[in-house]
């Protein structure tokens, strides 16, 4: 199971950030993504990350601006398995509902098999 936290409203050109946590019995190394849809609109991948080796891809739409990672403290189950998404400089084309997605597989594309709730993001 994948829970989301963070999100919210913003004004333009501030930040927030997104958290996905992978509870209960997990794989040790596996990809996860951070995707965003508005209504109407397909969804579009935003970052992703290979917690093996850190590799890590961001859309063209977000580069420089989001950065995705994970927790390195590695104190607790849940910090090990859980992955962030910074946001700053948010414009109004950036809100959305966020998605995070996970699979030991790394597929490409949206074809993740696990996928979290979705927070939403609203920049005003």
């Known amino acids: 199971q994948l829970v989301e936290s963070g999100g919210g409203s913003v004004e333009a050109g501030g930040s927030l950030g997104l958290s996905c946590t992978a509870s209960?019995?997990?794989?040790?190394?596996?990809?996860m993504g951070w995707f965003r849809q508005v209504p109407g609109k397909e969804r579009e991948g935003v970052a992703s990350i290979h917690t093996d080796d850190g590799t890590v891809y961001y859309s063209d739409s977000v580069k420089g601006r989001f950065t995705i990672s994970q927790d390195n403290t590695r104190e607790t189950m849940d910090a090990k398995n859980t992955v962030y998404l910074g946001m700053n400089e948010l414009q109004p084309g950036d809100t959305a509902m966020y998605y995070c997605?996970?699979?030991?597989?790394?597929?490409?594309?949206?074809?993740?098999?696990?996928w979290g709730q979705g927070t939403q993001v609203t920049v005003s």
């Open positions: 209960g019995v997990w794989y040790s190394t596996y990809c």
């Open positions: 997605a996970a699979d030991p597989d790394c597929p490409t594309g949206d074809l993740y098999r696990y």
